[in-house]
């Protein structure tokens, strides 16, 4: 019934666009979606889209400003900490990139963030659907390609400069942010300078009363109002250089960033108090160093990237206190050192294909020097690929093929001895490799000026990391003690989808089914067991023991997003997610699926009015369906126990409006805009909220924000 809706619905899109031939721009260039040609997004067969604005997003976190479009959605904890899930993946199966280069992001935690802040970005793209071919594993379920501006060109002896400074302020949780931008070059030389800071006090949720000690069962969340331990504070600032001349290109830069953030738990029955779950300290420093040589009809790419990471984190302690409890079993501190590198040939027309061969590794290293959940390991892998593309008249073609391997050795002795003690591996279990061939097969076919089809075949792998492998100790953000697996064997994928698409000046409209079936999928299971919070040890009570564990999977959908104008100046935008994920192993649901969904927003123009202009008018409403969790061995399930918790949720609609405008301001135009955020102060539990167990989502927030170029 709901696959029928769906269809009728988006036949009916088409044809009023076919009608209707008015609204936004969307010949947006896609540099993540092809190494040899710059397409536009609506002619490549793999569905992408981006975010060009991150100021007008008004998150620090990465799931939620990306959550807008279909078929990708928001694992989140707090306001800050947000991740994205696209087509039912999330974590180490969405590759998250740099500027084309791969981050250490600290994705293998339900609750961990990606080290990267959006705020510096100019342009954040998103590829929905398995990329392992240029991108290799960790890309099944999709791509973020989080890329920064290109550096300035200057006629010679010339200079030139520019800059934004933007601020941001929420009214629910005091949150501020402030962000410097700047370029300049010099001749072929730029220079981009950029920085940030975002803080904020706890959140408040919507309204409603909260469960006490006493209380019979019911719908009464454990936590409402103020909710104490979601506080946090982002810093980062990056500075590159770049030269650009007409057969050369290079850059050098270096991007340092910092979170500081807590994370609410409750203690055991029968009190079930607020206390905080643990307290995080995540620093991050990345350098990339690129450089392009055109040698006449080839051309020759090469990447180094070098990333030095260090999370610490204190169990039931807040960050503003953690190194009091500095040298305890309740502290972790784990460095990490990872170095990547590219190098590709492109080459010219042969025949109808003109393509890329590359070559890329890394090497990870990572050391616990303090704690107990996971131990000093190293990890490394090496690819090579082919991706051909034929342009034809009416077709789009697009094929590649790679080879990977993958090595995972934990240490032995020292702080990792603890694992071996534990029996999490030993010295026959302690190294796994993996390898497997990739392939994908993509094509758009243009059916006329207006409609195109395009469809994509791959065939990926995923190795398991680190975690996956061999963690074994208690994760006080999560407030459970997780275990690895060292006999775990690498996820493999076939996936397919098929876009049907349309565009005529300012209309657009896709639909797109998929289907992914995955041997071997990893997740994360609730044993049933309990484990004592101190010590680790097993336990009547205490916190529940979580294990990786290995199953088949389908994961299969439906994706539609509308955008058209009803009028001059009135624009209607539509979207709707309707997806399924199936443990066919064991005959039930997969965890962790999001809901259905739906969106529609509409777009007001009002014009200019003394010295503004550029008007605007939104208003939104997200509706999602209800939700219930797979099984009992669902993390977080167990809260579907407890008399105040719930880990299924109910349907709810989400409204926000907002206004934005353009002040002339002497010589300069001023960005303002002011959005209200769940406008009705909805009390309501997300699906993929990581607190719902046992508290709300975020009320209504007001957010003001100003960017003033110079």
């Given at each position: ?584 192993k064991n005959d039930t649901r997969l965890a962790y699926i999001p809901p259905s969904n739906a969106s529609i927003g509409v777009t007001q123009k009002l014009g200019a009015f003394g010295i503004s202009s550029n008007n605007e008018l939104t208003l939104d409403m997200r509706v999602f369906e209800e939700q219930?969790?797979a099984g009992a061995f669902e993390p977080f399930a167990q809260y579907n126990n407890t008399p105040f918790g719930s880990a299924d949720t109910s349907g709810y609609a989400l409204f926000d409006i907002g206004y934005s405008t353009q002040l002339q301001m002497g010589k300069s135009k001023v960005d303002a805009h002011v959005k209200v955020s769940n406008l009705f102060d909805r009390a309501y539990r997300g699906y993929l909220d990581t607190y719902k167990g046992y508290a709300l ?14």
């Amino acid at each position: 019934m709901k696959y029928t809706v769906g269809i009728v619905m988006a036949g009916f899109s088409f044809l009023w666009a076919e009608a209707m031939q008015k609204s936004v721009n969307l010949d947006a260039i896609t540099v993540s979606a092809s190494p040899v040609i710059e397409h536009e997004a609506f002619d490549v067969p793999c569905q992408i889209d981006a975010v060009t604005d991150t100021k007008e997003a008004s998150s620090a976190s990465m799931g939620e400003i990306l959550s807008e479009m279909a078929g990708v959605n928001n694992l989140s904890t707090g306001s800050q900490a947000g991740k994205p899930v696209i087509r039912g993946f999330s974590g180490e199966r969405i590759k998250m990139l740099s500027n084309g280069s791969p981050t250490d992001s600290q994705t293998y935690g339900i609750r961990h963030i990606d080290n990267i802040d959006p705020l510096l970005a100019e342009r954040i793209e998103v590829i929905r659907g398995a990329q392992g071919v240029l991108y290799g594993s960790d890309a099944l379920g999709g791509v973020v390609n989080v890329i920064t501006p290109d550096y300035l060109v200057a006629d010679e002896g010339k200079t030139l400069f520019r800059g934004e400074l933007s601020g941001e302020y929420h009214t629910n949780n005091n949150e501020k942010a402030t962000v410097l931008k700047t370029q300049s070059a010099v001749g072929k030389w730029g220079v981009n300078v950029a920085a940030s800071i975002r803080e904020a006090d706890n959140y408040h949720t919507g309204d409603s009363a909260t469960w006490k000690s006493g209380d019979p069962a019911g719908d009464l969340p454990l936590f409402a109002g103020e909710l104490p331990y979601t506080d946090f504070k982002n810093q980062s600032a990056r500075v590159g250089v770049g030269y650009t001349d007409d057969d050369f290109k290079f850059a050098l830069q270096h991007t340092y960033w910092q979170s500081k953030q807590n994370y609410l738990g409750h203690t055991p029955a029968p009190a079930f108090e607020a206390v905080s779950s643990a307290g995080q300290k995540l620093t991050n420093n990345e350098t990339q160093l690129s450089a392009t040589k055109n040698l006449g009809e080839w051309s020759v790419e090469a990447k180094v990237s070098m990333t030095k990471n260090q999370r610490e984190a204190a169990t039931n302690t807040p960050y503003q206190q953690m190194q009091t409890v500095r040298g305890t079993p309740l502290y972790l501190d784990i460095d990490t050192d990872r170095k990547d590198f590219h190098v590709a040939l492109t080459h010219p027309m042969a025949g109808i294909f003109m393509g890329e061969v590359g070559l890329e590794g890394y090497v990870k290293d990572q050391d616990l020097k303090e704690g107990k959940l996971l131990p000093s390991a190293k990890e490394w892998g090496k690819a090579v690929y082919l991706f051909e593309e034929a342009n034809l008249e009416k077709w789009i073609l697009q094929a590649g093929l790679r080879y990977d391997t993958r090595s995972v050795k934990a240490a032995l002795e020292g702080t990792s001895s603890y694992f071996v003690d534990q029996g999490i591996y030993d010295d026959a279990t302690n190294s796994q490799e993996f390898a497997s061939w990739g392939g994908s097969l993509g094509a758009t076919y243009k059916i006329d000026e207006t409609w195109a089809l395009a469809t994509n075949l791959s065939k990926g792998f995923r190795a398991p990391g680190i975690f996956e492998l061999f963690a074994g100790g208690i994760h006080g953000g999560v407030q459970a003690f997780q275990i690895g697996n060292p006999y775990l064997e690498e996820e493999s994928t076939l996936g397919v989808d098929l876009s049907l698409r349309y565009k005529k000046e300012e209309t657009y409209s896709s639909l797109t089914f998929y289907r992914n079936t995955v041997d071997d999928y990893i997740y994360l299971a609730n044993t049933g067991l309990y484990r004592n919070p101190v010590t680790g040890e097993v336990a009547p009570t205490g916190i529940p023991e979580m294990k990786h564990e290995q199953t088949d999977a389908i994961i299969q959908g439906i994706e539609w997003s509308f955008e058209m104008p009803i009028s001059p100046v009135t624009t209607l935008r539509v979207s709707a997610e309707y997806i399924q994920g199936e443990d066919t192993k064991n005959d039930t649901r997969l965890a962790y699926i999001p809901p259905s969904n739906a969106s529609i927003g509409v777009t007001q123009k009002l014009g200019a009015f003394g010295i503004s202009s550029n008007n605007e008018l939104t208003l939104d409403m997200r509706v999602f369906e209800e939700q219930k969790v797979a099984g009992a061995f669902e993390p977080f399930a167990q809260y579907n126990n407890t008399p105040f918790g719930s880990a299924d949720t109910s349907g709810y609609a989400l409204f926000d409006i907002g206004y934005s405008t353009q002040l002339q301001m002497g010589k300069s135009k001023v960005d303002a805009h002011v959005k209200v955020s769940n406008l009705f102060d909805r009390a309501y539990r997300g699906y993929l909220d990581t607190y719902k167990g046992y508290a709300l989502g975020m009320g209504r927030d007001i957010s003001f924000g100003l960017s003033v170029p110079f």
